[in-house]
Structure formats: structure tokens, C-alpha cells
């Protein structure tokens, strides 16, 4: 049955207080028409214009409440946001995307094969973006391999069109574009219809960012200005798999390193999983002393990649080495106790280190955990295998 | 239309649309609308009762791309049903066109509406809200084994009769489990709302329940002083704010010690130190200073009536719900070949 033989006993918009408050359902219009204000936002707020901010009562209401005599709040309230919107705001969501190890498909990201002065230029000109910044060399890599080539040969092509849906995100190489925004949110039809010259962008510039999140309607109209222009484009599918992919790997791999640490072996995945994520990567070059012997200890260490000795005092010789998978330091997470042996990377090395701190902070004390049941014989295990152990 | 005595059976499966009548739309989303219906037949207590019914087109569900979503949205909702201050489900059913979410209807109307009424809340009112929504995220995330809600707001928090909240919409809800089986307990699809998203969902790093803590300090700010911490009409710009700046607050009105505090460890972007996500959850929330005084076993047991009573005359009154226009603007053909490729997904309504 469909919603045609659906009728209200009142009729379409019945409302027993018979007010024209009908008129709002502009605001709460689906999500493509709020986005549509992005850039131009021309709507000041509707707050105070009247219906829109008639309260949700009639007069007859039993109804009231404290600032009663406020029927329309001030049309430019102090202290509020420069033209804040008071309108609802409408969810958002991308495609729900799944890691490959989770749905066993085949993804590799796609590569497009780049000069180094074009790879130069391209991390210039996504370096300061917020999107990218926060990104390791692993994935920039890969983000930067992904963009690929697209050639404008005319002067006047509309690269991406006002009120469309947005999908990639565009760097310029060469060239110029212009950037037009329609009041009415949307490109129209005439020679006005895409509105008014807003901004330029040149070689080195970027548009478009916001699709790299959701697919929102796009906010502006963007126009080759000159023949023979080249941008670089990225779509959001490859943009949020290539994070998504190397954030999940590193993950399962920290869970996977930390089942091994006999200290910790009583948590919960759970726990595992929280721990996981709060580690944090750093890398060294060779040769790099990561702990010092009789420091005090506060942090401890996973060797994600790389290679890793420890040696003691008067001792030229290692008392042990680290490979990949291999941890150090944990004790300082049960105690202040000195570092008993200095680790000492041999190769460019990638650690995974969290502080004692921010353990308690996530789970609590480490005495807590060992006291576990399941904890039990691993406290010579530790002796054992670590050298950091004071002796 | 049958107007016998015979009763209507909620829990068969087998509802129809034709077994309610509209009376009128109490809100729309891109995909769903969601309408007063009263039943159309069985006994006369039947047909005085009222519901909410949410109903989503899956046309617009499949080219929005939200299967996954509303797949998590029935079972969690069945699962979660019958906690004080979260919505009823009653039933779920559906038709050619359309998915159907039966709830009980909640009469006050949305929390949102008051706020912008009464352009902010006192510290005692945002305590009141604030104190109930700990509740629900406690049992969401602690008790039902890793619930992630991820679109609190206040357009998604009701009021009932009482002046209590009840949480509504759970369309991106989802369980994340507890890692005990091969699933990760982080998820990537970006959803939410964009004054409400947290840092790393923005930065899509996998996000997890703590994305309700950082949305819970987003939403007492915006309580106690009328609008969010992070706003610009344009989006990027707020997740650029959300990523990398402080919360900041004004000095009209004075906000509390204890208020600012809660705000900015709830809005804390590192999650190894956000209150709510750090050793002891939500009873580290609870014990924080903002909620210094607040009774929490009269808080579940609803003690209290709110400091809002919405004025409800009579059950099904909803003159607390703004009016929305009863046709949806678009009406895409669901067709045989959808039907046979979707339909399936939809098995569990």
C-alpha cells in the first residue's frame, strides 16, 4: 500500500491552533537544501522572523513558561555567533564503508604514477588541509598516489556544478578557475544561472574538501578560466579507504603485539582494543637510544617495525634483541623503578609507546589487572624474558 | 475499514498500513517521516490509544545508501526498548514501498524546541537533561554491550508528559560489541551531525562510543548558552574548529567552574584522556562535580518531574510538534528489480 491511500481524518496540515507556522517547513527541508548555503550563506538566521520562531504553542496554552513575554527574541541576539543558523540541523552520513579484513574483498588503492616535482607541489598544496595534516607517511603516500590526472583543455568547463553532488575533491596544477555561487543554492538555467564571481582559484590551490567527508551538494560552481588547465582528483571512497585501511590494520596489529605481553595478558579484548588505541607511533633512525639504563621509567614500548638491542652497564655485548612484535619497558607501567638495561634501535625503527599515565587513565592501575585471576605465573614470565627487570 | 471488537495484534507481524489512521506528520528526515497514527480497528481502548510511526521509503533508504543503517536501527531498537528515557518500540512491518517502525507516541515534543524557546537552559535545568542522557549512554554503551548512538542532539531528544527525555532516532546507532569475536570494536562510516561530530570521526581514525562523550559536552554547551561551541555556516569550517580548536566560552552568560570543567573533558580531542571514555566510564561522569547533588537512583526511577511540563491536553495532542508538509517532495518508483535485489536486506521487518 502506498502512502497515497494514506490520508489524515483533519486533512493536510491540520493544526487546531490554525497557525501559519507552516512556513517553517523550509527550515527543516532535507539535507541537500541546508547544505546548499554553505558557501553563500545568505540566510540570516530565521530566528525572531516571526512564524519561525512562534514557539511551539498556541495562545491558548496552558503553557508558561519563564520568558513568556519573549514571543520573538531579539532579531540579532548579543553574544550569539556571528549569523547563526537557529534552524534543526539535519544528520549527515557517508557510505558505510567496511575494512577489507572484516568483508574479505580485494582493495589495494589505486596508483597513479607522478613526477617528484608534481608529488612536490601536490604535498604543498594538501599539506596545510586539516583533512591531511593529521596523516602518517604511509597514508599520505598512499593519498598522494591516488589523485589522479584530469586534464581541462578549454577555458570554461564547469568542473564541479552548484547544487550537484559532490564526490571528489580537486587540486589545481595548472591553470585557473572561477568560483560562482547561486543565491538560490543551485545552478540555474540563462546566462546569469550560475550566479555571481565569488573567488578565483590558481595553480596550487584546492575545491571541493567537503566531499572528501559526504556526498553534500556542492556550494559553489566552479569554472575553468583559460584553456589547457590541469587539476588532480581524489574521490571520497579512495580518500576514507586508504585511512580507513591502514588505521584498522594498525590496530588489529597493536592488539595482536599486546596479547603477547605476558603483564598484560589478563585484559579483555576490550581493554586490548582501548589500549590499541591510545598508543601512539613514533619512529627513530638507527643507532638511537630509546630508553636509558637507570632512568626513571614511564612509558613502554612496541616494536612495530625495525630492529632493536638492549644492553647493560660494563657490557659491551647485548643482553637481548627486539624484532618486530617485541615490547620493552612494561614494567614501568607497574612501577617508577629505573630502566634496568638501555634499548638501543639498530635500524630505523617504528615504536608503538604509551605512558603509564595514560594506561591508569584508560583502565586503571596495572596492580588492579595483575591481580586478575587469570593472572597467575606470569610474573616470573616477565622476569624472564625482560632484562629491564631490576634485579 | 473493519470497526469490529476483534482486537489489534501488535506483536503479529503481519501489520499494515491500513490498520492506522494519519493524523498528522510530527517530523521529517531525508528518508523517513514520521507520522501520529491512531489504530484504525479493534476494541475501542485500542483505537483510543495513539503511536508514532516512522516511516521510511526504501527508495530513498537505498539511494542514500543507508541499508546498513536502518537494518541496526530495528534490532538495536528492539533490543534497547523499555529503558526510562529511551522511545518504545512497538512494532516493525513493512510494504512495497515503505519500512515501518511502530513506537509509542511521546507527546512533549522536542527538547530542541524548548531550548530555542527559552534561548538557553539555567545549570539546574541542563543538569536535569544532561543527567538523564548520562543514564542512557550508561546503559548503552556499559550495559548493552557497546551501543554507539551517534546522533545525540537535541533535535533527537523528546519530552514526555512528565518532562522526561526520551531518546528517539536511532537510525545511526551501532552495536560495536566487545571485540569477543573476530569483529573490531571501532567502526569508519562517517555519520552524525555536523556541530555534534566528533575529532576523530572527522579524521576518520575508527571511531567508538567515546564519540557520545565528546557529543554530550557539545550539548551541555550548547544547553547553557543557546548554540554549539564549533559554528560557521560553512561545514568544513566547523570541522576545522571541531579538529583544532579549544572550546571557548563566553562571559554572557557565566558559565560554572564545574560546568566549563565537564564541558572541556567531555570535549577533550585525545580519547586516552575524555571523561566518559576513561577507566570507570560513565560513573567517572556521574561523579563529576557538575552533578554534584544530583540523586541518580531518583533519576532512573524518575522521581522528579522536569523542569519543562510541555503542555499535553490529552494523549495524542501534538500541539508541542512543529507542522511539516504531509507530501514528500520526491517519489522515485521502488521497482520489481530493487525488489529483488534489496528486499532481502529488509527481512527483519
Known amino acids: ?391 | 475499514m473493519d470497526n469490529g471488537e476483534a482486537p489489534l495484534d501488535l506483536a503479529s507481524r503481519k501489520l499494515t498500513l491500513s490498520d492506522f489512521q494519519k493524523v498528522r506528520t510530527l517530523g521529517t528526515g531525508t528518508f523517513a517521516r514520521v507520522v501520529l497514527v491512531r489504530p484504525a480497528h479493534g476494541t475501542e481502548e485500542d483505537r483510543s490509544r495513539v503511536y508514532a510511526l516512522k516511516m521510511l521509503r526504501k527508495t530513498e533508504v537505498i539511494k542514500l545508501k543507508q541499508l546498513d543503517h536502518v537494518r541496526h536501527e530495528r534490532r538495536i531498537l528492539s533490543d534497547v526498548s523499555g529503558h526510562p528515557f529511551i522511545t518504545n518500540f512497538v512494532a516493525s512491518f513493512s510494504d512495497h514501498d515503505f519500512l515501518y517502525l511502530l513506537l509509542d507516541y511521546i507527546p512533549g515534543g522536542e527538547l530542541f524546541t524548548y531550548l530555542r524557546k527559552y534561548r538557553r537552559f539555567d545549570e539546574d535545568m541542563a543538569r536535569f537533561y544532561a543527567a538523564e542522557i548520562v543514564l542512557v549512554l550508561e546503559y548503552l554503551h556499559e550495559q548493552q554491550g557497546g551501543i554507539a548512538y551517534r546522533d545525540m542532539k537535541p533535535e533527537n531528544l523528546l519530552l514526555d508528559a512528565e518532562g522526561h527525555i526520551k531518546l528517539v532516532d536511532f537510525g545511526f546507532a551501532k552495536r560495536l560489541g566487545n571485540n569477543d569475536d573476530e569483529h573490531a570494536v571501532e567502526t569508519y562510516t562517517l555519520c552524525g551531525t555536523p556541530e555534534y561530530l566528533a575529532p576523530e570521526v572527522i579524521h576518520n581514525k575508527g571511531h567508538t562510543t567515546a564519540v557520545d562523550w565528546w557529543a554530550l559536552g557539545i550539548l551541555i554547551y550548547e544547553f547553557l548558552t543557546g548554540y554549539p561551541p564549533f559554528w560557521h555556516q560553512n561545514p568544513i569550517e566547523i570541522y576545522k574548529q571541531i579538529v583544532e580548536k579549544p572550546v571557548v566560552f563566553p562571559h554572557d552568560p557565566p558559565i560554572s567552574p564545574a560546568a566549563q570543567d565537564i564541558i572541556r573533558q567531555l570535549c577533550t580531542v585525545d580519547r586516552s584522556r575524555r571523561l566518559g571514555n576513561i577507566s570507570g566510564g560513565a560513573a567517572r561522569v556521574k561523579a563529576h562535580p557538575f552533578f554534584n547533588g544530583v540523586d541518580w537512583d531518583a533519576t532512573i526511577q524518575q522521581r522528579q518531574r522536569g523542569p519543562i511540563i510541555p503542555p499535553v491536553r490529552y494523549p495524542g495532542d501534538a500541539q508541542c510538534f512543529d507542522i511539516y508538509p504531509e507530501e514528500d517532495a520526491t517519489r522515485d518508483e521502488y521497482t520489481d528489480d530493487m525488489a529483488a535485489r534489496y528486499d532481502d536486506y529488509f527481512t527483519d521487518f
Not at chain 1, 589523485?147 to 596544477?173: M, N, R, S
Not at chain 1, 589500549?275 to 638507527?286: N, T, V
Open chain 1, 1 to 391: 500500500m502506498s502512502s497515497a491511500g494514506f490520508t489524515s481524518p483533519f486533512g493536510a496540515n491540520s493544526n487546531p491552533f490554525g497557525s501559519n507556522r507552516v512556513d517553517t517547513g523550509a527550515m527543516h527541508r532535507v539535507i541537500e537544501e541546508d547544505e546548499n548555503d554553505i558557501v553563500t550563506s545568505p540566510t540570516t538566521p530565521n530566528f525572531g522572523s516571526g512564524a519561525a520562531f512562534r514557539g511551539p504553542f498556541g495562545a491558548d496554552s496552558a503553557y508558561d513558561p519563564p520568558t513568556a513575554g519573549l514571543r520573538s527574541p531579539p532579531p540579532n541576539p548579543e553574544g550569539y555567533p556571528h549569523q547563526y543558523n537557529f534552524a534543526r540541523r539535519t544528520s549527515v552520513s557517508a557510505e558505510s564503508l567496511k575494512p577489507v579484513a572484516d568483508t574479505y574483498d580485494n582493495w589495494t588503492p589505486p596508483s597513479h604514477p607522478k613526477s617528484p616535482e608534481q608529488l612536490e607541489r601536490l604535498k604543498h598544496a594538501i599539506g596545510g588541509n586539516f583533512l591531511f595534516s593529521h596523516l602518517d607517511d604511509e597514508q599520505s603516500a598512499q593519498i598522494l598516489g591516488a589523485l589522479v590526472e584530469k586534464p581541462i583543455p578549454t577555458k570554461g568547463i564547469k568542473v564541479i556544478i552548484q547544487g550537484d553532488a559532490g564526490d571528489f575533491f580537486y587540486v589545481v596544477e595548472e591553470g585557473s578557475f572561477d568560483v560562482y555561487v547561486n543565491p538560490t543554492g543551485a545552478l540555474q538555467v540563462g546566462p546569469d544561472g550560475k550566479g555571481q564571481l565569488v573567488g578565483k582559484i590558481e595553480a596550487g590551490g584546492s575545491f571541493g574538501e567537503l566531499a572528501l567527508m559526504y556526498g553534500a551538494p556542492r556550494a559553489a560552481t566552479v569554472i575553468s578560466a583559460e584553456p589547457h588547465c590541469t587539476l588532480w582528483a581524489l574521490d571520497r571512497v579512495t580518500f576514507r579507504r586508504i585511512l580507513m585501511e591502514s588505521t584498522f590494520a594498525r590496530r588489529r596489529m597493536y592488539e595482536s603485539f599486546l596479547e603477547e605481553v605476558p603483564l598484560l595478558s589478563s585484559l579483555t579484548p576490550y581493554e586490548r582494543s582501548k589500549i590499541a588505541d591510545a598508543l601512539e607511533s613514533q619512529k627513530f633512525p638507527p643507532g638511537h637510544t630509546i630508553i636509558r639504563e637507570g632512568d626513571p621509567g614511564h612509558s613502554f614500548f612496541l616494536l612495530e617495525s625495525g630492529e632493536a638491542v638492549a644492553y647493560r652497564k660494563g657490557n659491551e655485548t647485548p643482553v637481548k634483541h627486539y624484532k618486530k612484535g617485541d615490547f620493552f619497558g612494561e614494567l614501568a607501567l607497574l612501577n617508577d623503578a629505573p630502566r634496568a638495561a638501555s634499548v638501543v634501535s639498530q635500524t630505523e625503527v617504528k615504536v608503538a609507546t604509551l605512558g603509564k599515565s595514560a594506561f591508569q587513565r584508560l583502565l586503571g592501575p596495572v596492580e588492579g589487572i595483575m591481580r586478575r585471576t587469570k593472572y597467575v605465573g606470569v610474573k616470573s614470565g616477565v622476569e624472564e624474558m625482560d632484562p629491564l627487570q631490576v634485579s
